[in-house]
């Protein structure tokens, strides 16, 4: 069974940083992507970052040069650091895996994305 915890969220005033971790247990993949997913209220929900078994990291454009997507040595761990953090980043932020994903497929759609944690809520004040 897949299980995703998501940690590390909180309240942080604009300009700020976080760090959201995600501890993956019943899930290897000797290829697909780990991701982190965000929904603000009223919204839809979009990808923000994934990571590539092989280390391929994607970025939507909203946080690109901001956010920093990694994994631990064993995988099995996922990191966000987020700096400069705005109001509009509030939202709550899910952790989640994809097997596979077709080639021609965004990286960043939330929908190819079958396994999700809980998620873990971040609020940025101006």
């Known amino acids: 069974q897949v299980q995703l915890v998501e940690s590390g969220g909180g309240s942080v005033q604009s300009g700020g940083s976080l760090t959201l971790s995600c501890a993956a247990s019943g899930y290897t993949a000797s290829s697909g992507y780990m991701g982190w997913i965000r929904q603000a209220p009223g919204k839809q929900r979009e990808g923000v970052a994934t990571?590539?078994?092989?280390?391929?990291?994607i970025y939507a454009g909203a946080v690109k040069g901001r956010f920093t997507i990694s994994q631990g040595n064993d995988k099995n761990t996922l990191y966000l650091q987020m700096n400069s953090l705005k109001p509009d980043d509030t939202a709550m932020y899910y952790c989640a895996a994809a097997p596979q994903i077709p080639f021609s497929v965004s990286k960043l759609l939330p929908s190819q994305y079958p396994y999700w944690g809980q998620g873990t809520q971040v609020t940025v004040s101006s």
């Open positions: 990571i590539s078994s092989g280390g391929l990291k």
